[in-house]
């Protein structure tokens, strides 16, 4: 009698609430995924980890600050152990989750928005742009990350200095970043132009064509909104192999000295001769993480194409 | 809280009352809402010419229903989609005019023609699933013409949408509600205030009861009725069904093979028609009150519009042709009671019956039901 199921009046709350619903609906057939959940535990953790590390281990030791003795093992004051350094490898481990998941994030980030909208224009619009499209998008596929990063950390440092900062970011890791993106982002818009080949002969797609929407308002409203599960599913897909990626690079060399990430410390424990000297306390934990990261994001991927994906809803 | 939510409220009407909107600025508001003639319509295909539609003239008056009748493949949908050129890529209109108040939307260039599609000239779509988005909300694609077309801002169009709803008998908080969350019979109904969004002059509805169950059919064929008179609209149905014809509209084209077989007054021609295809269709719907075991039927099937027979298009299957209906076309004739028809059989000038014929064998159709009138709901 409240007028609340019309509530005309008040639109936006009415929207608000919609969202919220289906914003619980979401949680609710997520929660029924267990692997998921694990999944998406081990992120939140790890998460924490990146955004506060000082809090959690103090600030990171350098080789000024140590506060252990080189390479020793595990003990009740260094509980992983120190490094050839003497820093302790539990405080450069959670302080390198930081510099992992923020190359991961921007990676990921430049991979969907080049991906996606290569994906659905070369979809859309098909023809010659589609052509010319794919032919980049091949090139790009092609191309190999480590050859790729070979050539470009230098050239970038070279021209800015490895000190300069790029939209905040050093240097080294903005090449990182780079990289990663630039050879990943191919097999999205081959994944996500595939789908828009086939949203595209819906027949919905001609009907807003003939109420009058322009080719940009079909591709955002119609086209990206029926492609958006798979850009989810591939998102986190993506995330887990830029993480992963950015270890090869560090650990080969090509990351940035001075910000302890996982590949970096796996790079310094390679380098010192950690595994002859039987210090597995050097790399096993960094090692350990990436794994972690790496299989939390697939399992919470799966989950999340199960979720999203109307058909594997139904067949469960 | 008493009648606000009432959709057939005749207070509705005066909101969106008919011709809000001024017509068009070349419009001759003395011309006649819509006025097609020769109207032809070919697909290119590699294998030839397809002549779809194939000089077809018909008039749609103010606040008119105008149906379509005639098997698949005769160019119904065609032709309907043919005046605001909704068409596949390798159709072309080749030829004739579409003079929607005076102006001929034939000769009207692509990017000019589109000022006129939805806002003067809406489709039904068959399949309402199919032309719904189907993650995207139902309110907010009723709402994408009025923001698209009119630019209208979004929470108007938006609270604009919910009315068209309620309008059409969806609750406004269905508004809200995903395609998949709504029955066949609403979709319909969604995409029937779609087509009313921007308040049309003619909306054509494309076989808009097809693959609906026969109750929920009847009630999208109420709406429309009752929409018609509610907003003056005028409407072009086409279908399959002679009985949703009888039903809903004022006038019927039969077309046949791209051709205008027969046309007029919903009532006379159905009560009294000419062309031996439009009887034989009227003989092919079941009668209650006749013979139950046999149904009339029409052997063989439409021409391949690549290569029409010659002369009149129905001759290869008609029971009463003539030696001239294998060479000459016939001209459409049209009779004091308002029936025009391309028989050679209703010659010009005649009084309208049919001209005395040498006693043939009459093969295919039952002789009795040639003339029978169908089932029921004829106009009176």
Redesign the interface.
């Known amino acids: ?1 409240t ?1 609340a ?4 009046a008040n ?1 936006r709350r ?2 608000l609430r ?1 969202r919220m619903h289906s914003a619980r609906e979401f949680v609710g057939r997520f929660a029924q995924h267990p692997d998921g959940v694990i999944g998406l535990a081990i992120l939140i953790v790890f998460s924490v980890l990146a955004l506060i590390p000082t809090l959690l281990v103090g600030r990171l030791e350098t080789a000024t600050i140590a506060s252990g003795l080189p390479l020793q093992g595990p003990d009740a004051t260094h509980i992983l152990g120190t490094d050839d350094l003497g820093r302790d490898i539990l405080n450069l481990t959670v302080h390198g989750t930081r510099i992992s998941m923020l190359i991961g994030l921007l990676a990921t980030l430049v991979t969907v928005v080049i991906g996606t909208s290569f994906g659905i224009v070369a979809g859309y619009v098909g023809g010659v742009v589609d052509a010319i499209l794919m032919r980049i998008t091949d090139f790009f596929l092609v191309l190999p990350t480590f050859v790729l990063a070979l050539i470009l950390a230098p050239i970038v440092l070279d021209l800015i200095g490895s000190d300069a900062l790029i939209l905040g970011i050093r240097a080294n890791l903005f090449v990182t970043v780079i990289v990663i993106g630039v050879t990943s982002w191919a097999s999205t818009a081959r994944i996500i132009r595939s789908q828009a080949l086939s949203v595209r002969e ?3 797609v001609d ?2 064509r ?5 080719s940009g ?1 079909i591709m955002r ?2 086209i990206l ?2 492609v ?1 599960n798979l850009i989810v599913a591939n998102t986190v897909l993506t995330f887990a192999g830029a993480v992963l990626t950015e270890t090869t690079l560090a650990f080969v060399g090509l990351g940035d000295p001075f910000d302890p990430s996982w590949g970096q410390i796996l790079n310094a424990a390679e380098s010192r001769g950690a595994p002859g000297l039987g210090a597995w306390w050097f790399f096993a934990p960094p090692a350990a993480c990436v794994v972690l990261v790496v299989l939390a994001f697939t399992l919470v991927g799966g989950a999340l194409d199960d979720v999203l994906n109307p058909r594997a809803r139904l067949r469960r | ?1 008493t009648a606000s ?1 009432d959709p057939t409220r005749p207070g509705q009407a005066e909101i969106r009352g008919r011709r809000q909107r001024p017509l068009p600025r070349q419009a001759d508001p003395d011309a006649r809402l819509l006025v097609v003639e020769n109207l032809r319509t070919y697909f290119t295909l590699s294998s030839g010419t397809v002549k779809a539609v194939d000089g077809v003239s018909f008039e749609l008056h103010d606040g008119e229903a105008l149906g379509i009748a005639g098997e698949s493949g005769c160019g119904k949908t065609t032709t309907a989609l043919s005046l605001v050129r ?1 068409l596949p890529a390798n159709a072309k209109v080749v030829g004739g005019s579409v003079k929607f108040f005076g102006i001929d939307l034939a000769t009207k260039s692509e990017n000019a023609l ?1 000022r006129y ?2 806002r003067e000239i809406s ?1 039904i ?1 068959q ?1 309402a699933m ?7 909300r139902v309110g907010d694609q009723v709402a ?2 009025i923001i ?2 009119l630019g209208v801002p979004k ?1 108007e169009a ?2 604009r949408a ?1 009315e068209l709803l309620e309008l059409v008998g969806i609750a ?2 269905r508004a ?1 509600d995903y395609p998949h969350q709504l029955s066949g019979g609403m979709r319909q109904r969604a995409m029937i205030a ?1 087509a009313l969004a921007c308040d049309p002059a003619i909306v054509i509805g494309d076989e808009p009861t097809t693959a609906l169950d026969v109750m929920v059919q009847a009630q999208i064929l109420e709406l429309l009725e009752r929409l018609r008179a509610q907003l003056g609209l005028s409407l072009i149905l086409i279908t399959h069904d002679l009985s949703v014809i009888a039903e809903t509209c004022d006038r019927v084209l039969v077309m046949y093979a791209g051709r205008v077989a027969e046309e007029g007054p919903v009532g006379t021609l159905f009560s009294g028609p000419r062309h031996p295809y439009t009887q034989m269709l009227l003989a092919a719907i079941p009668n209650l009150a006749s013979d139950r075991r046999l149904l009339g039927t029409i052997p063989g099937s439409p021409p391949d519009l690549r290569t029409p027979p010659p002369g009149c298009r129905f001759h290869p299957r008609c029971p009463l042709v003539l030696d001239v209906c294998r060479e000459i076309v016939p001209d459409e004739v049209r009779y004091a009671d308002g029936v025009r028809v391309a028989c050679h059989l209703y010659p010009p000038g005649g009084d309208g019956t049919r001209r005395p014929i040498p006693i043939v064998e009459v093969t295919g159709a039952d002789a009795s039901g040639v003339t029978r009138a169908p089932a029921g709901g004829l106009a009176p």
């Open positions: 009698m007028a199921s019309v509530s005309p639109p009415e929207r919609l819906r027949m919905f009907r807003a003939v109420i009058g929407g322009s308002h409203r119609h909104p029926n958006v | 809280m939510t909704l589109r599609r939805w489709v779509f399949g199919n032309a719904l988005n189907p993650v995207r994408e013409p698209e077309r929470a938006n609270r919910r406004r908080n809200a779609m």
